[in-house]
């Protein structure tokens, strides 16, 4: 409980930090007062509070839930602690239809290139599990099919910026590096409407997910049937990560970093993991995206590349662990 309190704690101070910090630097005094609605708070603040930072830090938020908790579900199905959604091409498919939006529309409304975010996502993940099924499915065979058609679709992506506009290319590459710039209550209504459903499918999921770690072998002994619950708690994967690549682009490492921070806080119980790991993925975006509009103000880094500079010698050190484990 301690560490829930405390990750809600960072959770907190980052979301402060956000509203406070910009453009425009806010006293963080008139920041609360704003939040809390005070009435005499001025009328710039509560704009610039809840019309501009409100909605961004929200959704960064809900998509670092959405991507930390999907982590958590592909590491326990997976049975591999350097999983990630991205593992299983999710991303990938995402990075090609948004390259199609892109590059074979031109002109084209926002809600049309997360659409095909959401799409591109789900249809590769639908398209890894046809693929890797054999009277059933196992680990391996989700992973090394995942691998193969991320890089076919990596493949088709390079294709198209090949030949599309040199601006609509450039485009692309600030969609895939994961950005917040656009962020509204309208989006972020949209993004909600579909993580904490799922959110919560997830936790009420978490006996199951403890029952994964087993093995197959133990998991079928103990009742469970393992193909349904793979394919539905994998849906709910790619549900989350699909809703967070259409709302803020390919926002990497989130769902390989946050599990591991909650493990270390909370152990590997599922029931009380996947809140302590949504509530660090949330602070960890808030803050990388913090940092991206702080640190070389006023050019702002897009919120995928500065988690990036954090999650690679993560993962180089988590390679580092096992290798001496």
Not at 75 to 99: F, T
Not at 176 to 197: C, H, I, K, Q
């Amino acid at each position: 409980m301690r560490a829930m309190f405390l990750a809600l704690a960072v959770l907190a101070a980052a979301a402060l930090a956000a509203l406070s910090h910009g453009d425009l630097r806010l006293p963080l005094g008139a920041v609360v007062r704003a939040v809390v609605g005070v009435p005499d708070t001025p009328p710039h603040v509560l704009a610039i509070v809840w019309s501009v930072r409100m909605p961004r830090v929200l959704t960064a938020v809900v998509v670092g839930m959405g991507l930390s908790v999907a982590g958590a579900i592909a590491q326990a199905i997976l049975r591999n602690p350097l999983a990630d959604p991205g593992i299983i091409g999710i991303n990938s498919g995402a990075a090609v239809a948004a390259m199609v939006v892109i590059v074979g529309f031109g002109a084209f409304s926002p809600g049309l290139l997360s659409l095909a975010g959401f799409l591109g996502a789900s249809l590769m993940a639908a398209a890894v599990m046809a693929l890797a099924w054999r009277d059933g499915t196992s680990s391996i065979r989700i992973i090394l099919v995942g691998i193969g058609l991320g890089a076919a679709a990596g493949g088709v992506t390079t294709f198209l910026a090949a030949l599309g506009d040199i601006g609509d290319v450039q485009r692309a590459m600030v969609w895939m590096a994961g950005s917040l710039y656009e962020s509204n209550w309208t989006r972020l209504a949209a993004l909600a409407a579909w993580t904490v459903p799922a959110l919560l499918a997830a936790w009420l999921s978490a006996h199951h997910l403890d029952v994964a770690l087993l093995g197959e072998t133990v998991s079928r002994g103990l009742g469970q049937r393992v193909n349904l619950a793979r394919i539905l708690l994998l849906a709910c994967c790619t549900l989350l990560s699909g809703a967070a690549v259409a709302a803020a682009g390919l926002v990497a490492f989130v769902g390989l970093v946050a599990p591991h921070l909650a493990r270390h806080l909370v152990g590997p119980r599922h029931r009380v993991l996947l809140p302590v790991t949504a509530l660090c993925g949330a602070a960890l975006v808030v803050l990388a995206d913090l940092a991206g509009r702080t640190v070389i103000a006023p050019a702002q880094l897009p919120v995928g590349l500065t988690i990036a500079m954090l999650g690679a010698p993560f993962f180089a050190f988590l390679m580092w662990e096992r290798r001496n484990g």
